[in-house]
């Protein structure tokens, strides 16, 4: 019997705000909520923002999921670029003699002037480059809340966005969880944890491997933290290193946008094979650079400002809804970037009940397929035909028939362009007819938080996780209909919040799709069917001291909470703080103990394979 991974927490940061308390998803539904999730809601984003107290609530708003690009990430009113020039043969400069090149470039003469200087002849004609600026054709992007940075709550030291994104996202989860985590480590070995956190581009912006391609060229230095904290995988490294102290197995699985169901993938197999008991699984995107929307809107992928006027009727001079840019499965032209962090904490079934942890889902299996052979790397393929009939069927395994039919629904990839609409719509359509599910409920969140490549799938699950506390599924809201090349005979594409009990929300698809052909698509079960299973695999009495240990739990939680909101409580970032080396351990030919951990690493392994 395997053991289920259980979701015991979840923080982050994204377009709506903190992961956690979910005040992420509760910012979807603002206007489905009562009066008082509201109101906090509201006002942790006036903290997050570092706003006055008397700011109003539009305001407050404002500045959250997708919008118009802000100038504190760059201005894509003058984007800095250079322009190629020809000097012709006999052009004069005259430059300080600290900056001459060395060597000079073929066909310069120089002369010394007064005052340091050099005059410059070019007796060639010679291309050159000048500084200039450029007006971006993409303009909307899910930016976290205006006034956010996550690189001064702690002392970050020049890392990347996403690095710093990570810090805060996996300091979130863990505070959240309301969990004792020295107490915790009484109970595990090293080998128990493992840590799956990456970033599908990598650290891109100047502090990453951007200014590490980009310096020479535009005269400066490489520095040297560049290079390292560059890495995709660095997001694991840090978490590893500056948060929790993790010895354990560590590493991120790469899928392009399905990256976080990947990782999620490789925590649940470790889980439920009972290699490791806790499994920390996140991704941290952050994109919204000049260089990586040029990238994609090349491809023709994004959507412009030009393509939304044309999709509204607006004349040039009209300023598009630059809220409404993505629109999934309805008349759309492309996605919309977004940055987030997303993390969930899985335990087993069994470590999650004895240390009274939240039970806010489970995750029943990931299934994964490439497409096969293809046209262009870019388009769809057959691959997510297979993981999403696989996710159903998983479904109906655990669940029955009836719960698949009647009480289950869709996070869609949902990027907001024509050629996912078609493909996805039909992928969708096509499983629910042949399972037997009518008006079968789908949402496509990226039409509030935009598509953040690798940590999509976790802007998903987040939007799920906040659906079966509230019973409210997000609508698509940027859309005043489907588009007529949609599939949805048997689906319904929600452009409206859909109010659903908790018992009318067994399972849910979590579906992902990925340049190159990486589909992936996740079944969860809500927190009510995981009580359940418990409840039918370890009897009353474990779940009845699970319930007393858990009030301690959400004690905790709830002094987590007010810290968030009175500013007392910072990312963890324990830097050179219990820093670990061989002399610290204590060997023995059939254990090693570790200071900190309960329980030591186990060396009596048994061969894994035959005798011979």
Known sequence: MSRLPVIVAQGGISPAGRTSGFHGYRRLVLESLEGNAQKETIEALRVLRNLPE?????????????????????????????????????????????????????????????????????????????????????????????????????????????????????????????????????????????????????????????????????????????????????????????????????????????????????????????????????????????????????????????????????????????????????????????????????????????IGADILGAVADVFINADGFKKSISAPGAGNHLTVARAAAMGRAIAGEDALRHRSFVQAHGTGTPQNRVTESQILNDTAKVFGIKNWPVAAVKSYLGHSIGAAGGDQIMATLGAWKYGVIPGIQTITGLADDVCSEYLNILQQHREMAPSEMDLALINAKGFGGNNATALLLSPTLTRKMLLSRHGDQAMSSWQKRNESVGAQQEEYERGCLDRSVNPIYQFGEGVLDGTSLSFSDDKIEVPGFGKAVNLKLENPYWSF
């Open 54 to 354: 008397d700011t109003s609530r539009e305001a407050i708003l404002s500045g959250t999921l997708v919008r118009r690009l802000e100038k504190n990430l760059f201005n894509s009113d003058a984007i800095d670029i250079h322009q190629a020039i020809k000097a012709e043969e006999g052009t004069e400069i005259v430059l300080s003699a600290r900056r001459l090149p060395d060597p000079l470039p073929e066909g310069w003469q120089v002369e010394p002037l007064n005052g340091g200087r050099i005059k410059v002849r070019i007796s060639n004609a010679q291309p050159m480059l000048v500084p200039c600026t450029r007006k971006s054709s993409v303009n909307a992007a899910g930016q976290l809340p205006s006034g956010f940075s996550p690189e001064k709550l702690y002392q970050s030291r020049n890392h990347p966005r996403s690095l710093a994104m990570t810090v805060y996202g996996a300091s979130d989860a863990i505070g959240s969880s309301g969990i004792d985590w020295q107490g915790l480590k009484q109970k595990l070995s090293p080998d128990d944890i493992a840590v799956y956190s990456g970033s599908a581009m990598g650290q891109m912006d100047y502090n990453g491997y951007g200014g590490m391609l980009q310096a020479r060229l535009m005269g400066k230095r490489v520095t040297s933290k560049q290079c390292p904290l560059g890495f995709a995988e660095m997001s694991a490294d840090f978490i590893n290193a500056y948060i929790l102290g993790s010895l354990g197995n560590t590493g991120t699985s790469m899928g392009a946008c399905a990256t976080m169901l990947y990782n999620l993938e490789q925590g649940l197999q470790e889980i439920r094979s009972g290699r490791r008991r806790l499994v920390i699984v996140g991704n941290s995107e952050a994109p919204i650079l000049p260089e990586i929307l040029e990238g994609y809107s090349t491809m023709g992928a994004l959507t412009t400002d030009a393509a939304m006027r044309q999709l509204d009727g607006l004349s040039d001079s009209e300023n598009p809804d630059w809220g409404r840019s993505c629109r999934p499965f309805g008349n759309n032209a492309g996605f919309t970037i977004a940055e987030s962090s997303q993390f969930l904490v899985l335990m087993d079934d069994e470590l999650a009940l004895d």
